[in-house]
């Protein structure tokens, strides 16, 4: 799994605009740019995908810019990871599972799947809100003891 720079610089960003638009009022890409440094015609990219998704509207004209189209408590890093068009997925082997021969029996397939689950699970639990609300670590100290899924 790798996390390109479109999807740290939508989660960035989606996080700018949170705290920039308190109270749902639309927020220029300019000022985003800014606020984070990213470039403006990057953004442009990454809100249209951000919008095309459902997550940010838009409003145009004079004032206008990029606002939420759901609370912060519902929104979640997965769904922004998503829409920029991250692939949240652990590489488990070099092969195509309709290549493998030895997909029913592999144990380290069956590792991979269970760190994706995890890795997938932890993103959808984290909401923006809960980001900007926290000043606790967002990783416990204690991992959950599961077992790897039989396939």
Same mark, same amino acid.
């Given at each position: 799994?790798?996390?390109?720079?479109?999807?740290?610089?939508?989660?960035?960003?989606?996080?700018?605009?949170?705290?920039?638009? &308190?109270?749902?009022?639309?927020?220029?890409?300019?000022?985003?740019?800014?606020?984070?440094?990213?470039?403006?015609?990057?953004?442009?990219?990454?809100?249209?995908?951000?919008? &095309?998704?459902?997550?940010?509207?838009?409003?145009?004209?004079?004032?206008?810019?990029?606002?939420?189209?759901?609370?912060?408590?519902?929104?979640?890093?997965?769904?922004?990871?998503?829409?920029?068009?991250?692939?949240?997925?652990?590489?488990?082997?070099? &092969?195509?599972?309709?290549?493998?021969?030895?997909?029913?029996?592999?144990?380290?397939?069956?590792?991979?799947?269970?760190?994706?689950?995890?890795?997938?699970?932890?993103?959808?639990?984290?909401?923006?809100?809960?980001?900007?609300?926290?000043?606790?670590?967002?990783?416990?100290?204690?991992?959950?003891?599961?077992?790897?899924?039989?396939?």
């Amino acid at each position: 799994m790798r996390i390109t720079t479109r999807g740290r610089y939508a989660l960035r960003a989606s996080l700018a605009l949170a705290k920039l638009g &308190k109270e749902g009022e639309p927020i220029s890409i300019n000022s985003l740019s800014e606020e984070e440094n990213i470039s403006s015609v990057f953004l442009e990219q990454i809100f249209f995908k951000l919008r &095309k998704a459902g997550i940010v509207n838009s409003v145009r004209g004079p004032g206008g810019g990029f606002c939420f189209a759901h609370p912060l408590e519902k929104l979640t890093v997965k769904e922004i990871l998503d829409a920029a068009g991250e692939d949240l997925s652990v590489s488990s082997c070099d &092969k195509h599972i309709d290549e493998c021969g030895r997909i029913g029996g592999c144990i380290s397939h069956r590792v991979w799947v269970s760190v994706t689950d995890l890795v997938n699970d932890y993103l959808r639990g984290l909401t923006l809100a809960s980001l900007l609300g926290s000043r606790e670590p967002l990783v416990k100290n204690e991992i959950p003891q599961n077992e790897i899924p039989q396939q």
